[in-house]
């Protein structure tokens, strides 16, 4: 998530590159064609241009606010995550945290069970899906230089420091829902508590109330990630700003030579024809790919939810809690990007 003030117009330039480059060829090659053969029958009368580009601009509105609701759903759901987190590490505190004078031997395993929950979920939310933008050229060179905290460790390596080695072996060779699993374990280790009358049945229901809440989150998060942008939508936005690209220099010619004409030097400002068909492509195709690049709210992109983040300050806090010191430090932005 880019958390400065605003992109600056040279991140834009080079993020969109590789598109700027295509259109500049393209506007040159239909000018150059145009200006040699004289063939003016071929260029698009201006109405056509304005009907495609206001079809288009329509298009484009509606792709950008569902893509926008795809990554508010995202940034809701994770920050719900953090409150439940919370909500669930208090009442394990205020119901079993400290009795006879010490804390219950098992709150401890509890809340690392916690922790390597929410390292997992955030390792599933950051795997690859064929539909996300990551292998973008513009995102791959952008990204190289600020790797998200999943791209630079391994998921085991990191379980390894909440779940025993037992634990850890049951979680790699389970087969199903592995987050789920570890939720199972919250849910087996508060039975064992009732089972052993250490707490009462209403303390149990009121546990696992934020157990499902947790279950519930989790489901949320991996439907956005597991379910993209309607296709349907994604594929016509881009046929359409292909072809509005493709006429922009046919649309346009005309008018650059008229700016010429009174002069008499229409021959010469007909190459104007080149800067403003780039600047006006560039516009359609940039509006397209922000929004296209805010669908997957949790690829490892700059304009994701900062997932890394937040899990690590939710750990952070519950260590707080259970009055461990603790070297963790939340995760910083780097270049105004917060992972």
């Keep these: 998530m880019h958390v400065g003030r605003q992109y600056k117009v040279n991140d834009f330039l080079a993020w969109t590159r590789w598109e700027i480059g295509w259109i500049i060829a393209w506007s040159l090659l239909v000018t150059l064609f145009l200006a040699v053969t004289g063939w003016s029958f071929l260029t698009v009368p201006g109405p056509i241009l304005t009907i495609v580009g206001s079809a288009l601009a329509i298009s484009l509105a509606f792709k950008s606010q569902q893509c926008y609701a795809r990554f508010n759903d995202g940034l809701i759901l994770s920050g719900q995550v953090s409150t439940a987190s919370l909500v669930l590490a208090n009442r394990l505190m205020v119901t079993i945290g400290n009795r006879d ?74 087969r ?46 991996k439907r956005v990630k597991n379910y993209p942008y309607s296709r349907n939508y994604y594929s016509i936005a881009v046929i359409v700003v292909k072809i509005f690209v493709a006429i922009i220099p046919f649309g346009l010619f005309p008018y650059s030579r008229e700016l010429g004409e009174p002069a008499g030097i229409a021959a010469w400002t007909a190459w104007l024809n080149v800067p403003l068909s780039a600047i006006v492509g560039w516009i359609f195709v940039a509006m397209e790919k922000v929004g296209e690049n805010s669908s997957n709210p949790f690829e490892g992109n700059a304009n994701d939810v900062p997932i890394s983040s937040i899990a690590r300050r939710i750990e952070i806090e519950m260590r707080t809690m259970l009055g461990e010191q603790t070297d963790l430090r939340p995760i910083e932005a780097k270049g105004s990007i917060l992972f």
């Design 101 to 174: 004078g010490g804390p219950e031997p098992g709150l401890r395993e509890i809340f690392y069970r916690h922790f390597a929950w929410l390292t997992a979920l955030r390792f599933y939310l950051r795997e690859k899906r064929a539909w996300e933008n990551t292998f973008d050229r513009g995102n791959v060179s952008y990204l190289a230089r600020l790797p998200s905290p999943e791209s630079k460790s391994v998921l085991d390596d990191e379980l390894n420091s909440y779940l025993s080695d037992a634990e850890l072996k049951k979680f790699k060779a389970y």
């Design 176 to 221: 199903g829902d592995k987050e789920a699993l570890l939720i199972q374990w919250q849910y087996d280790a508060i039975k064992d508590l009732h089972s052993r009358s250490l707490i009462s049945e209403l303390i149990f229901t009121v546990l696992a109330s934020a157990l499902d809440e947790l279950l519930r989150l989790q489901g949320g998060l």
